[in-house]
């Protein structure tokens, strides 16, 4: 908690920090891993109530289109919430498809959803195909920053709506269905419903995250918005930073997008074994993630 | 309270559930006996509502529930605790507990649930352990845990699928008396249980299923005296 409002502080100074020639390439990479991070945080929501998305790559594609295409019309902000709108509503007909399908079923549901989004925006005439989408920046490039503080504001966002969660009844709700869906259904929790609105609200996050990544990235490719690496990126992160808390993803995003930036930079080609070497020795030696770091006992209550 | 018409459950060719017809009346303790694959398991699957049956009716306080969805049936009064205890293992007692009570009744609130879980825990005597992680009860803890969970959504009938298997002669004649509590409370019992003296010291009323039908019906002497239900048990006499 106090954690969680230390970082989204240090996010909201950093562009105020004297950080010399590399401020540019220090605030791009920020504003990417706070999109990254919110992702997670995203995806985490489902994965509370057990249910294990490769779609979450999908979503944030969705929203990344959906905003580029809204933005001439809407303007930067209504243009963003169309942008979660759009990922929350195509969830919602997933969820409804598939939200009775448990773990290994499920993920490949999902991931046949990714499928038919990337080739449905590869083929569609207004998305530009394969040739690509030119977007305008954020607030059509009035303010150098702009993009920046939306960044903080929707990981700001996806931060307090997990803390949120983790701390009202419907946290006990989404905690009984991962932990024996029979058995909470029997105590009086309506499942499917608790399981859709996480699907719902996490895919809104997870498109308002890919909106400003598209004003950011100013270019996008159905190759780059659907990659199956960001869905996968999506559900590394909660696991590399401690499932089902909000810190968990928070750090672990902002961490592994820092260190995935850096090893670019020093190794280069080499540097997704690095990754990869990294990522499975946490796994192995904490298996609950950063966070168990911090407090050895509590069983998800970051 | 309960009634149940003609209710049939068929798994590929096995009829796991056959014409079964029972009623249950308010304030008693009806107890459901067989011999293993009887289909007792079955039956209060189809009263809790995780399976659903391929013909019958199922009525509960006047009110057709055949179809409906478990958690409504949870919500109308109709509690159930598991044979295999399934606490949520990452929760503590307190919080498992909180789920039923939470959830047992639509839109409870926070307070009100933390004080049926306050008298819940105290009446199964779980109230030492209420900070423990479910994951770590014995056996006897689990098993109060299960029947404590289901009394958390304030059932006006209790569905108990042999919540003694497995228990020390004390520890169930502790259980005995725990279930005794819940129906002096006002709630009513259906359970199912292998173990005879269990039954006859509780049951008001037995009922025996054999090859998924209702073979006899009635006090426990009775239905101990009964061939069919010797034959049941014991298998035909050559």
């Known amino acids: ?302 | 309270m309960l009634s149940v018409q003609g209710l049939c459950k068929r798994f590929g060719g096995v009829t796991a559930a056959n014409e079964v017809s029972l009623q249950v009346a308010p304030g008693e303790i009806l107890a459901v006996i067989g011999p293993n694959g009887a289909g007792k398991s079955t039956l209060l699957n189809l009263l809790s509502g995780l399976l659903r049956p391929d013909e019958g009716r199922i009525e509960f306080l006047g009110q057709e529930i055949t179809h409906a969805p478990p958690e409504v049936r949870t919500w109308k009064g109709l509690g159930r605790a598991f044979q295999i205890v399934q606490p949520f293992p990452e929760m503590s007692v307190w919080e498992n507990l909180l789920v039923g009570a939470l959830y047992g009744k639509p839109s409870t609130p926070r307070k009100v649930a933390e004080r049926v879980v306050a008298e819940v825990i105290e009446l199964t005597g779980l109230a030492p352990k209420a900070q423990t992680p479910a994951g770590e009860l014995t056996l006897l803890e689990d098993k109060r845990l299960e029947l404590a969970r289901a009394l958390c959504t304030q059932p006006r009938l209790l569905l108990l699928d042999e919540v003694m298997a497995g228990l020390r002669p004390s520890e169930a004649l502790e259980a005995v008396a725990l279930v005794r509590r819940i129906r002096d409370s006002g709630v009513t019992v259906l359970f199912i249980e292998h173990l005879m003296p269990v039954v006859r010291a509780l049951a008001d009323r037995v009922v025996v299923m054999d090859y998924g039908r209702v073979i006899a019906e009635g006090p426990y002497d009775a239905v101990a005296a009964n061939p069919k239900v010797r034959e049941a048990y014991l298998g035909r006499a050559q």
């Open chain 1, 1 to 302: 908690m106090i954690l969680v409002g230390l970082l989204l502080l240090v996010a909201l100074v950093l562009p105020g920090l004297p950080l010399g020639e590399w401020r540019a390439f220090l605030l791009d990479t920020a504003q990417f891993a706070f999109l990254i991070s919110a992702l997670a945080l995203a995806w985490d929501l489902l994965a509370r109530t057990g249910q294990l998305s490769l779609a979450h790559g999908a979503f944030f594609g969705l929203g990344a289109y959906a905003a580029a295409l809204a933005a001439p019309a809407l303007g930067t902000l209504p243009a963003l919430l169309v942008g979660g709108v759009v990922a929350g509503a195509s969830s919602l007909f997933l969820g409804l498809a598939t939200l009775r399908l448990h773990g290994m079923y499920f993920a490949i549901a999902t991931l046949a959803f990714s499928e038919v989004m990337r080739t449905l925006v590869l083929k569609a005439p207004f998305t530009g195909g394969a040739i690509g989408l030119p977007v305008q920046p954020a607030f059509g490039g009035a303010f150098p920053l702009g993009g920046y503080y939306l960044a903080v504001g929707v990981l700001a966002l996806a931060a307090g709506i997990s803390l949120l969660l983790s701390r009202s009844r419907l946290h006990y709700a989404m905690a009984a269905t991962r932990q024996g869906e029979a058995v909470a259904r029997v105590l009086g929790v309506p499942v499917i419903r608790v399981k859709l609105l996480a699907f719902m609200i996490s895919a809104f996050l997870a498109g308002l995250a890919g909106g400003v990544y598209a004003m950011k990235t100013l270019f996008l490719s159905p190759y780059d918005a659907f990659g199956l690496g960001r869905a996968v990126e999506a559900l590394v992160i909660p696991i590399f930073g401690g499932l089902y808390t909000t810190t968990g993803p928070l750090l672990g995003g902002l961490i592994i997008v820092s260190l995935e930036t850096w090893l670019r930079l020093r190794i280069g080609e080499g540097y997704l074994v690095v990754y990869g070497v990294i990522l499975v020795l946490t796994i192995l030696f904490l298996p609950r993630g950063l966070v168990s770091l911090f407090h050895r006992k509590g069983a998800g209550h970051a």
